[in-house]
């Protein structure tokens, strides 16, 4: 169910509190090979080069594209120009670890990105607050049995995906990646569910949030956000 608060729409001013989710197409018109060789540094470039198929490559350089030009968008500067940072949760070395985005003077938001088949995804907020945003395709004959922890065995198979993304982005928001599975409490009425990664530690918020069809997303924060708005990359 899609809360009345996240809506499909202009692109809004970003408030405090207030996380913007983005949807874009992978497989859309942009980026034209252009803009990705003047948009992508040097590491995004070969990255990509790296990737066998040409649909990958093509996927990978939209989705970074879009990143950037979204991210460009809040921060008022060239695409080209953002800085991708790293925060490790474990050893606070800068070469690997949670991505962010900076402007060489500083500037940033919190951002967190993510991308399945031809559906790539940004969360964007102000800084101080923490996000993790994961979606999924729904690829047909999962077991996820064998993957989900035991207390989310139980819940359909249809809705295997919406609990998988769930994980993914509280891990994602932890910045930690799934070397412990998260513990998902009861959501309350709408829809957020405390998480936590170990005895003791403060809760994540986690939902799921509307996805196009065929895939599942969800959003996780270090604290309930005041609003969550929608919106497509077009």
């Known amino acids: 169910m899609q809360p009345a608060s996240e809506v499909l729409g202009p692109v ?5 509190g207030a996380v913007h989710v983005w949807y874009y197409d992978l497989d859309g018109p942009w ?23 040409d ?20 921060l008022d500067c060239a695409p080209a120009d953002l800085l991708i940072t ?5 050893c606070g070395d800068p ?4 991505p962010g985005m900076a402007t060489p003077d500083g500037a940033r938001v919190e951002v967190n990105a993510s991308h399945s088949d031809a559906l790539g995804a940004l969360a964007v907020a102000l800084p101080g607050r923490l996000l993790g945003l994961d979606v999924e395709f729904r ?12 207390p989310l065995r139980a819940e359909p198979a249809a809705d295997g995906f919406a609990q ?7 891990a994602k928001a ?7 599975m998260p513990t998902l409490a009861d959501p309350d009425e709408p829809g957020w569910a405390p998480a936590t990664l170990a005895d003791g530690d403060a809760p994540w918020q986690v939902r799921s949030l509307w996805a196009p069809d065929g895939y599942a997303a969800a959003l996780a924060a270090d604290a309930v956000p005041a609003d969550v708005q929608l919106r497509w990359h077009r």
């Open 164 to 170: 998988w993304t769930k994980l993914e982005a509280v």
């Open 139 to 150: 690829r047909p004959n999962v077991n996820w049995a064998g993957i989900l922890p035991a």
């Open 86 to 90: 790293r925060d490790c949760a474990h």
């Open 12 to 16: 809004p001013t970003l408030r405090p």
């Open 31 to 53: 980026p034209a090979d252009a803009d990705a060789a003047g948009c992508l540094d040097p590491g995004e470039q070969a990255r990509a080069d790296r990737l066998m198929r």
């Open 55 to 74: 649909q990958d490559r093509s996927r990978f350089r939209a989705a970074h594209c879009a990143v950037r030009h979204l991210v460009a968008g809040y």
């Open 174 to 180: 932890a910045g930690t990646g799934i070397v412990k």
């Open 95 to 98: 070469k690997h670890g949670k």
